[in-house]
């Protein structure tokens, strides 16, 4: 069970509320949520990525990170009959999701003349590059967003051939996609 996941399970006794709450590493575009169990007449958070709701018999408490790495922190307040409880919040982004490549197979090229690839890259966070290859040979880097690439296909280049699109997000993660082989004519 991820840490986040401890913490959304644990149900705290009404008078009992913690100093801190540490929603640990969180993916990015994921969420991890805490329940504390107290009688809430309302609520206030700050700090970016968390949120608080009054729910029936506590306080939801969610934590959505926005930035890769980013040490979160904020400060829940919840207003009891007691008067106002401070709870300092803290979690940070992390990113293990690698980027989702396409790549659209022409119908054939000509050589000696241009040839318009089309290729889509996506991730949770956000893509930083994507690479052109030819049979394994570099054509290009783009930065993204980009999702078309003009290649001057070389005079003489003969055979079926294959084109791949690597793209790395900001975290480093990395992913492909080969297109099926079609003729140079």
């Known amino acids: 069970m991820s840490r986040a996941a401890l913490l959304a399970a644990v ?5 009992a509320s913690p100093a801190s709450i540490d929603f640990g590493s969180v993916q990015l575009g994921g969420a991890a949520h805490h ?25 939801l408490i969610v934590f959505e990170p926005y930035e890769l ?16 409880v401070r709870i300092r919040l803290r979690g940070h982004g992390i990113d293990t999701i690698p980027p989702t490549v396409t790549v659209v197979t022409p119908r054939a090229a000509a050589a000696g003349r241009p040839l318009t690839i089309h290729f889509d890259a996506t991730d949770n966070d956000l893509v930083s590059t994507c690479t052109v290859s030819v049979e394994g040979r570099a054509i290009g880097r783009l930065r ?6 003009r290649w001057q296909v070389p005079a003489g280049l003969e055979g079926p051939v294959r084109i791949t699109v690597a793209a790395v997000d900001r975290a480093g993660n990395r992913a492909s996609a080969t297109s099926r082989a079609f003729p140079i004519r």
């Not at 149900?11 to 008078?15: I, Q, W």
């Not at 993204?144 to 690439?149: M, V």
Request: aromatic share 6%; hydrophobic share 45%.
């Open 11 to 15: 149900l705290l006794l009404p008078g």
């Open 69 to 84: 790495e980013e040490e979160a922190t904020g400060v829940l307040t919840v207003r009891v009959r007691s008067g106002p």
């Open 144 to 149: 993204w967003p980009a999702s078309t690439f």
């Open 35 to 59: 329940v504390l169990r107290m009688p809430a007449l309302g609520t206030a958070v700050s700090g970016a990525g968390f949120s608080a709701t009054r729910i029936r018999g506590g306080v």
